[in-house]
């Protein structure tokens, strides 16, 4: 048991050169690729960090720009539906103007269609009421004047109440 835990000289010394020897094949052939890969990694890595904060960055920015778009957007939808209810009140509006005065001429001419045809049934009441009274004073004429003393008289009365004179 003793030998196991004394290590003979030679031992030591092969271990040692062996150790060494593989160490240097390592250092020279294994350690450089991988500390290169480990490298190439970890800048493979900052690259996509950077890469990513950039993404993030742009996408700040497009969605600033997003809002600024929908705002104006919105605005602009305000405005035209702010213009388009003051062209519908506008044409509302007229159109009840326009159909005010257009009644207001329908009751004009209508007023003056009742005024002629109110003077035209006067006329008419007139010309019916002087051919009645004519027809009556013809009739009574005629009874009176049958007599040539009454003819005599209402002669005389006539040129009594002429201006004649």
Not at 115 to 125: C, F, N, V
């Amino acid at each position: 048991m003793e030998q196991l835990l004394s290590p003979a000289f030679g031992t030591v010394f092969w271990a040692t050169i062996a150790f060494l020897s593989v160490l240097y094949l390592l250092r020279r052939m294994a350690w450089g690729p991988i500390l290169q890969a480990l490298s190439d990694r970890e800048e493979s890595i900052e690259k996509a960090l950077r890469e990513a904060d950039k993404a993030r960055e742009e996408m700040a920015n497009l969605h600033a720009d997003n809002e600024q778009l929908l705002s104006e957007a919105r605005l602009k939808r305000d405005a035209m539906l702010k213009e388009s209810r003051e062209m519908a009140d506008k044409v509302v509006s007229d159109a009840k103007t326009k159909a005010k005065e257009e009644a207001s001429k329908e009751v004009e001419i209508a007023l003056e269609a009742i005024q002629i045809e109110r003077k035209a049934a006067i006329a008419e009441l007139k010309a019916e009421v002087a051919k009645l009274s004519i027809d009556i004073a013809e009739r009574l004429l005629r009874e009176e004047l049958t007599d040539s003393g009454k003819q005599k008289t209402l002669v005389d009365k006539l040129i009594e109440e002429s201006t004649l004179k």
